[in-house]
């Protein structure tokens, strides 16, 4: 029951996020209230900060694996802009067409106190938890994973749109939005097992936090300066 209702909070959000809330600012709303009640639930459920690698012991732990972790995403992102073939994965009409404060916003608000507290205390936190006790850490890692790709579903309905390097695979008409979504939910189910082994092994959640933030937040970064200074020919 309790593992349902948690489900249940994340359909809710996902649906007010995808369909009902255009706000900017309503997104971050909804994000923290489901946090909140995935919280709640926890605590019904008799999980304490340590089940979710919250308390203060974890948080010590994650901080030393956060300098490395972001490190590695700009080495990554930085060889991908270095090589031409690499480039047009930056070609993202979703960060090219921010402004500079828009930019801040998604970056340092939308991106960490949205996208990442909500899917990495649902699904490697709250989930993830409530899992692995009742079934184990397989079971948690690879039902939680699972969730975790079809939470993507409606996001990615319009990739094949507005990154470059996606419609080139996928073609960018109506014909290309079900490949698209379908390697996006494979594609996210594998990065939920990366974010659940780095949660095991950091016994952390601030650790797939970081990565989390990082990937999403200087992917962002990246492609709206690539958009000005590297990709404009």
Do not use: K, Q
Not at 89 to 97: G, N, Q, S, T, V
Not at 178 to 187: D, E, Q, R, S
Request: hydrophobic content about 60%; proline content about 3%.
């Amino acid at each position: 029951m309790r593992i349902v209702s948690a489900v249940a909070v994340l359909a809710v959000a996902n649906l007010l996020n995808n369909w009902l809330a255009r706000g900017p600012a309503l997104y971050v709303v909804v994000c923290v209230t489901a946090t909140a009640a995935l919280l709640l639930i926890a605590r019904w459920d008799g999980l304490t900060l340590a089940d979710l690698g919250l308390d203060g012991a974890a948080v010590r732990r994650g901080l030393r694996w956060v300098p490395v972790l972001v490190g590695v995403v700009l080495l990554v992102l930085v060889l991908l802009l270095v090589a031409p073939a690499g480039r047009e994965a930056f070609r993202d009409a979703r960060a090219a067409d921010l402004s500079v404060g828009r930019l801040l916003w998604v970056t340092l608000v939308r991106v960490p106190f949205g996208t990442v507290l909500l899917e990495e205390t649902a699904f490697r936190g709250v989930l993830w938890a409530m899992i692995r006790r009742r079934h184990g850490t397989a079971w948690a890692t690879g039902v939680s994973s699972l969730l975790f790709g079809l939470w993507h579903l409606m996001p990615a309905r319009g990739v094949n749109r507005s990154n470059a390097a996606v419609g080139s695979v996928f073609g960018d008409g109506a014909a290309g939005v079900a490949p698209t979504v379908a390697v996006a939910i494979v594609a996210t189910a594998v990065a939920g097992v990366v974010l659940c082994e780095l949660r095991r092994r950091s016994d952390s959640l601030l650790p797939p936090m970081a990565l989390h933030w990082a990937v999403n937040s200087l992917g962002y970064a990246f492609a709206w300066a690539a958009a000005r200074w590297w990709l404009s020919g």
